[in-house]
């Protein structure tokens, strides 16, 4: 479930306010950085299967590949289990290219 940040601030105590509060005043150091490890945690969510086959990525496989195209301002990351999921990947991507320049 996702929930928006205004339902998030209405849930929570005066107290935990206050500390947030006092840390935005501070500059935020301890808000950014619980934010920046939650942003890493969802980003290795992605990375658990293979974007060809679904297969499940073992995080201490050496053959695991993880590819971040995309223009600056929306970057996507694929991840996959190993050299011929990764080709087939790029192998289709190029012919996406061409039937749209076509």
């Given amino acids: 479930m996702k929930y928006k940040l205004r339902e998030i601030i209405d849930s929570l105590e ?3 306010l206050l500390k947030m509060r006092r840390d935005i005043e501070a500059g935020g150091f301890h808000l950014k950085r619980f934010i920046d490890v939650k942003i890493k ?4 969510k992605h990375e658990k299967y293979c974007t060809t086959c ?14 971040i195209f995309g223009p600056d301002d929306f970057r996507k990351k ?3 289990c190993g050299l011929d999921c990764l ?6 991507l190029k012919q996406i290219k061409k039937v749209r320049h076509v």
């Fill in 14 to 16: 005066t107290d935990e």
């Fill in 41 to 44: 945690d969802q980003q290795k």
């Fill in 54 to 67: 679904s297969s499940e990525l073992d995080p201490n496989n050496t053959n695991n590949f993880t590819l």
């Fill in 78 to 80: 694929a991840s996959f």
């Fill in 87 to 92: 080709g087939y990947f790029l192998k289709e």
